[in-house]
C-alpha cells in the first residue's frame, strides 16, 4: 500500500513521501497563485482553483485561501467562503450546495499522533462531510471525522469535534447543539 493510499485510507503514514510532498507543493503552488492574482479578475482567479478542487457549480472563494493537497476537496454549487479558509485534506472532504463559510475558518481531516516520538514521523486523518445549506461563521473549526448535517448553522468561534445533526444550530468550544430548527 502506497503512503498515498494509507493517507486516504485514514491510516498512519509518513507525510513527507516524495509523491506525497511534491503533490502538495504542487498545491501550494496553486494557492500562492490564487492568492496573488487580481482581485478584480473574479472568474480567472476562480479558474486557477477549479484545476485543484472538484467544483460542482458556482464558487466564489475570498483570498486567502490554503489547502493540502487540493484533490480531496469536493464543493457543491452555490458555494461562498470568505477570506482565510484553510482546508487541511489529507483524506477526502466533501462540502455540500449552499454552503456559507465566514472568515478565518479551519476545516481539518488531519490527526497527529500523541505521542512525541511518532508525531516526528507519522499522521492520519478522517474524512469531513458538511450538508446542505449550512453556513460556518467566522473562526470556525471543523476538525477529523465530522459530519454536519444539512441546514446547519455553526456559531462563530466554534470547534466542531462530534457530528451535528441536521437543521440544527451548534456553537461552543467544543460545539454544542442550542437549538433544534434552524429558523431563528
Known sequence: MTEREKMLAGLPYNAWEN???????????????????DPC????????????????????????F????????????????????TILDVCPVTIGAQVIIGPGCMIATAIHPLDPVERQTTESGLPIVIGDHVWLGGNVSVLAGVTIGDNCVIGAGSV???????GTVAAGNPARVIQKGTSI
Do not use: W
Open 66 to 85: 490554503f489547502c493540502d493537497y487540493g484533490v480531496n476537496i469536493d464543493i457543491g454549487d452555490h458555494f461562498y467562503a470568505n477570506h482565510n479558509l
Open 160 to 166: 466542531v469535534n462530534r457530528d451535528i445533526p441536521p
Open 19 to 37: 509523491e506525497l510532498l511534491a503533490a502538495r507543493l504542487q498545491a501550494k503552488s496553486v494557492c500562492h497563485a490564487f492568492n496573488q492574482a
Open 41 to 64: 479578475q473574479l472568474d480567472a482567479r476562480m479558474a486557477l482553483l477549479r484545476g485543484l478542487l472538484t467544483l460542482r457549480g458556482s464558487a466564489h472563494i475570498e483570498p486567502n
